[in-house]
């Protein structure tokens, strides 16, 4: 599995960008798998949103091949 160091603040306005884009999903149309989407991408930006308000200078998250991807397919 990868992981890379990315920066927290461009992260947290990507995963806002793909909640934006899941939340334009008709209701009707909302699977279990997006469901699960919507959750994992809440969580990364909650995550994204703690380093970036971080006092310590270090403004950065680490994220996997797999969860960057998850963000990059949405925005």
């Avoid at 806002?16 to 334009?24: F, G």
């Avoid at 994992?40 to 200078?57: P, T």
């Amino acid at each position: 599995m990868s992981y890379a160091a990315l920066d927290a603040v461009r992260i947290t306005k990507a995963c806002k960008t793909a909640l934006h884009v899941l939340e334009t999903v008709e209701e009707q149309d909302r699977t279990e798998a997006h469901q699960r989407k919507t959750l994992m991408i809440q969580r990364i930006e909650a995550l994204a949103r703690a380093a970036a308000e971080s006092k310590n200078g270090d403004q950065a998250i680490t994220l996997t091949s797999e969860e960057f991807w998850l963000i990059s397919q949405n925005w």
